[in-house]
């Protein structure tokens, strides 16, 4: 079982940027690949970016793209998204997720494990 803690959202005026955080569980953090996921009022979640248990391939949704980050310290168990530019289309809860050990980024995979959720809003 892994357990997924999110942290860093919050408030900030559209050009900012924030840091999201997911904390994992236990000592097995280095098997998993591990992403972003959004969800919009209104709207269904969306993949926001993904990065392979090795740290070797990321991924991003087209909105994303060259302003967001995805990252992984495998030493802290912690995966991370850094968010630049910000829009007021980025406001959502935002959702680390984890499928099983050794799972690839594509095609799609099927998410076993969820955070709780971190909100960011982006002021206009």
């Known amino acids: 079982q892994v357990q997924l803690v999110e942290s860093g959202g919050g408030l900030v005026q559209a050009g900012g940027s924030l840091r999201l955080s997911c904390a994992t569980s236990g000592r097995t953090f280095g098997r998993y690949s591990m992403a972003w996921f959004r969800q919009a009022p209104g709207k269904e979640r969306e993949f926001v970016a993904g990065v392979t248990w090795n740290g070797i391939s990321t991924s991003y949704a087209d909105s994303v793209k060259g302003r967001f980050t995805i990252s992984r310290d495998n030493a802290k168990n912690t995966v991370y998204l850094q968010m630049n530019s910000l829009k007021p289309e980025d406001t959502a809860v935002y959702y680390c997720?984890?499928?099983?050990?050794?799972?690839?980024?594509?095609?799609?995979?099927?998410?076993?494990?969820w955070g709780q959720g971190t909100q960011v809003t982006v002021s206009s």
């Open positions: 997720a984890a499928p099983l050990p050794y799972t690839a980024l594509y095609p799609p995979p099927r998410y076993e494990y």
